[in-house]
């Protein structure tokens, strides 16, 4: 039973969803391990979102004025994940180089495996084109 409370997850990077003058007074809250981003939205009743790197397969930056302001940007993840089509890592501080991390993440991940974008392709069961 020890064994269980003693394992602890190694983040890599870990940040707060940023509201007024970019302070992080929220409770969504951005976890990045070697593998996966988690998201926990919540205080008393929490969700948990868990998105495995390997299933990115492009990303965005968007840095709104109000946003770049304070030092804060979103990323949106476009996966092939059946729950997750689309992730939104809402204002963030530094997200220029957060995106950065991830991608690193995700070469890196699909490397090990021999996975690429192009491998993805109608992996879900949808937008398969081979035919054309």
């Given at each position: 039973m020890a064994g269980k409370k003693d394992k602890k997850i190694d983040y890599i990077w870990h940040d707060r969803k940023r509201t007024f003058l970019g302070l992080p007074l929220s409770f969504t809250r951005y976890y990045l391990t070697?593998?996966?981003?988690?998201?926990r939205i919540g205080f008393l009743n929490v969700k948990e979102d868990e998105l495995e790197l390997y299933r990115i397969v492009d990303k965005a930056l968007q840095r709104p004025f109000g946003q770049r302001?304070?030092?804060?940007g979103t990323i949106?993840?476009?996966?092939?994940d059946a729950d997750t089509?689309?992730?939104?890592?809402?204002?963030i501080k530094c997200p220029r180089e957060v995106s950065d991390l991830i991608g690193s993440f995700i070469s890196q991940h699909r490397d090990r495996y021999g996975i690429r974008g192009r491998d993805m392709v109608g992996a879900a069961g949808e937008g398969d084109?081979?035919?054309l």
């Open positions: 070697e593998t996966r981003l988690i998201t302001i304070f030092g804060c949106i993840l476009f996966c092939k089509p689309e992730k939104h890592i809402v204002s084109c081979d035919h």
